[in-house]
């Protein structure tokens, strides 16, 4: 990757740096407009970025470790490379996992490296909207860009999903108080609608807020799927499976065929609730339904920065998005064997390499119980309970701040990182790339 300095083309003020157009890759919304004030390597503006944004880069600093510790010691790059790549030919199952925080140049190293050693390649995607992977793969997905919406959008949905909290900005920028060419007068052009269990912050912001009964997703969209054929459904069975008068149903199908630009983001609370996967097929299927009477999208509200990359890198390696087993030598995809914390809650895993990711914090007992007796290859930009687990920790600089490369909004569209200021340490598609090298010296192959 060529150096983030040289791409950033940073205007200087003084000893101040100021950089235009820096790219927040803290959450889906990946919003490409932030003007960045640096000083003594140092973030100390970030116009334009909501709370969160600001939190990034505000207190980013770069992490004092060594760039590599060997079981906790520190060691040179080389030693680190070269142990890396022993460990990881020598498994018989090797597992790779975490790459929702990398550019994708680096998922794509990744991806090769796991290729070459035969093994298992995993997202975070397997534990958030994993359910809505499987389901485009039965369903497919009529979808757009956000500058789609932004332009088009009249009817508004978000089922399961809080976008107030967790990506601030989306109101604004993409969804609804846009000004848009075909709707001039932003929010007044606009309907807004939410579906959840609970009133969440976003609630706030509905014209028609609609709360059903906790784990009863599924039941909800097939209501509105039905009704959408024009199918007697019996009112008293509809309340009591939904939580919801018919009549509201009824109001909200009569909005989604008048409308003429409808949208459906979706969040964790549909895909991580009772019935996963089909739930997100339900809604899929709602949305292909509905372009028979008006044009309809849906979009998952993703949460990390390159999780979409994530998902794009590894779909057109391999054809799969996450959870994908090179044990045959060709790609297999089976959510649930092939997932990394299943893998790992089955003690199948005897190597794993963990790239900006915590399983050690946020895994099942026994999946980290099982990681702790393994040998293991750490990339993060911090320190964090996995990388005090690893043998080899690599201490890698933060993409979008100190690196730059590729990363892919929410709506799969790219966008280039204009990095602040450079870092002691290697990116981890650095990193990657070394380590690739050695495992292919390793098996012998000069391609
Ligand atoms: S909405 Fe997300 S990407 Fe945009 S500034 Fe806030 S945290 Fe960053």
Redesign the pocket.
């Known amino acids: 990757m060529a150096s983030a300095l040289s791409e950033a083309s940073p205007a200087a003020a003084g000893d101040l740096k100021i950089v235009q157009d820096a790219?927040?890759?803290?959450?889906?919304?990946?919003?490409d407009d932030?003007d960045l004030t640096v000083k003594d390597n140092h973030i100390i503006e970030?116009k334009?970025?909501?709370?969160?944004?600001?939190a990034?880069f505000l207190n980013h600093h770069i992490d004092e470790r060594p760039s590599c510790l060997i079981k906790g010691q520190p060691a040179s790059l080389e030693e680190g490379y070269e142990l890396a790549a022993e460990l990881l030919t020598a498994a018989k199952y090797p597992i790779v996992y975490g790459l929702s925080d990398s550019p994708c140049e680096a998922q794509r190293v990744a991806v090769s490296i796991v290729d070459w050693i035969s093994g298992t390649i995993d997202t975070t995607t397997s534990v958030c909207h994993g359910p809505s992977g499987m389901a485009f793969q039965g369903v497919g997905e009529v979808t757009c860009t956000l500058g789609e919406v932004a332009n088009r959008g009249d009817l508004i949905m978000f089922w399961g999903s809080n976008p107030a909290e967790s990506?601030?900005?989306?109101f604004t920028?993409y969804s609804l108080m846009p000004k848009g060419m075909f709707l001039p007068n932003g929010r007044k052009d606009r309907t807004c609608v939410i579906v959840d269990v609970r009133r969440t912050k976003s609630a706030k912001a509905a014209d028609i807020f609609i709360q059903i009964k906790p784990r009863q997703d599924f039941e909800a969209l097939w209501t509105l799927r039905a009704l959408a054929k024009g199918i007697e459904l019996d009112a008293q069975d509809v309340l009591k499976q939904t939580g919801v008068e018919m009549a509201v149903w009824q109001d909200l199908m009569a909005r989604m065929k008048a409308c003429k630009f409808g949208v459906i983001f979706f969040g964790m609370g549909l895909t991580m609730t009772r019935g996963k996967h089909c739930n997100s097929e339900a809604l899929l299927a709602l949305t292909r339904d509905m372009n028979a009477y008006t044009r309809f999208v849906a979009k998952p509200n993703r949460g990390h920065?390159n999780v979409t990359g994530a998902d794009n890198v590894v779909a057109w390696r391999t054809g799969y998005a996450f959870g994908v087993n090179h044990a045959r030598g060709y790609p297999r995809f089976n959510p649930g064997e092939y997932t990394t914390s299943d893998t790992l809650a089955r003690g199948e895993a005897d190597c794993a390499m963990m790239i900006a990711c915590d399983p050690m914090a946020n895994f099942s007992q026994p999946a980290r119980e099982h990681l702790a007796t393994i040998p293991l290859v750490t990339l993060d930009t911090k320190e964090t309970p996995t990388t005090r687990a690893a043998t080899v920790a690599f201490t890698v600089a933060t993409y979008g701040i100190n690196t730059g490369g590729t990363v892919y909004r929410m709506d799969d569209v790219p966008i280039p990182l204009r990095p602040a200021f450079d870092s002691p340490h290697p990116s981890d598609f650095d990193v990657l790339t070394n380590i690739e090298q050695r495992v292919k010296d390793r098996l012998g192959i000069t391609a």
């Open positions: 790219t927040c890759t803290f959450c889906g919304c990946v919003c932030i970030a334009r970025a909501c709370v969160l944004g600001k990034w990506h601030p900005r989306h920028k920065g």
